[in-house]
Every structure is written in structure tokens, then in C-alpha cells.
């Protein structure tokens, strides 16, 4: 199973990709709000196995110290390049008028064809930077259904910023067109933010990966 709920102040979509028959499970990009977080864990009867972050912005990393202190055995997998956020993390929410609590250093690095595993599923990391060098999408099948974890990479319509530090757009277009476009039309894409789309219609669609916009 695959379910998402927006947490904190900018809802972030924290992705919660679990195997009901193990009672395994990945929580991706828990941002805020880990009671909410574990209450949904617990009503499912499952437990993490990895605490993963597609990118080390604050408002998707901003629950991982939580959690850490909730499941200690857990392991937090985040991209090596994107360390320097995180370890920013409580200095850049302030800019926001936001407080989070900055993550603890990641167990181990996500890096591009890395395999999560949470009982029968399998995601694979796919990396694309450009929102932020580290940016990391997660492809896998859930429930018989091919499914992108896009993070802050593709949204519905548009694409994620790159006028924060670090960011690029050429780069991330390259990434959306050279390792996402190649996946099945039918990989339904759940990104970091707001609601759901897929991957042929953004490859049909999207104004901005179509240069349709200034």
C-alpha cells in the first residue's frame, strides 16, 4: 500500500509506502508532524524500516530527528549532496518564519540505483538534481501499479523551483526529460506537494518542461 498525508506548514506530502503482509514499511519525506506520522504506522500495524528524504530541504526533513527518536533502530537514507541543507535546515525555516528541528546526520547516503525495500516492494532511486543537486526520485510498483516518488522534481503541471541556492533549471529539466519521460506512461507520480498526476501527461502536458512558459 501507498498512502500520503501533508504535514506542516507548507504540507509536504509524506508518502508512507508499506507492505501490510511483513508490516514493513518506508516513510518518505516526513517534514513535520511525526505523531501523526506514527499514529497512521501504528493503525496499519506497521512498522519503518527506512526514514527516507528525496531532498534535504527543511520542510521535508523537518520530522526525521522525531522519528529517529521514536524508531532509534531505524535507519534515515538521504543524498550526500544535499547534506549542507540539511545541516541549515532550522537556519533556513527561520527565513520563513518557520522553526524545525534539523535532522540527525543520514545513516547512509541514497545514491542513483540504490534499492529501498519494505517487505515485497522494491523502490529504486533515481537521481535527479536540479531543485537541489541531491534531488532523488523513488520508482517502484506498488499494488500492481508502476509509481514515481518525484519529491520536489515534477508536479502536476509544473516543476519544482530553481531559484533557491544550489538549484538549476537546465539541470533539473535534463533530469525530468532524460530519467523520468523515459518511464511508463501509466507510472502514476506522487510528488512533495500537492495532488497527483502521471507521467504521460506531463510528457504530453507540462508547460514548463515544454518550454510554454517565460
Sequence with gaps: MIEGMPVGPLQVNCWIVGDET???????????????????????????????????????????????????????VAPEEDLPYMERAAESAARWGLEVEPPPPPDRFLRDGDELRAGGIVLRAIATPG??????????E????????????????S?????????????LLRSIRERLFVLPDETIVLPGHGPGTTIGAERRGNPFVRGETP
Design 22 to 76: 511483513t508490516g514493513e514499511a518506508l516513510v518518505v519525506d516526513p517534514g513535520e508532524e511525526a505523531d501523526r506520522v506514527t499514529d497512521f504506522l501504528a493503525a496499519r500495524g506497521l512498522a519503518p524500516v527506512a526514514i527516507v528524504a528525496t531532498h534535504g530541504h527543511f520542510d521535508h526533513v523537518g520530522g526525521v530527528a522525531e522519528m529517529k527518536r521514536r524508531f532509534p533502530g531505524c535507519p534515515f
Design 131 to 140: 531543485h537541489t543537486p541531491g534531488g532523488t526520485c523513488l520508482f517502484g
Design 142 to 157: 506498488v499494488d500492481g501499479r508502476p509509481v514515481l516518488l518525484s519529491g520536489d522534481t515534477l508536479f502536476e503541471g
Design 159 to 171: 516543476i519544482g523551483r530553481t531559484d533557491f541556492p544550489g538549484g538549476d533549471l537546465e539541470t
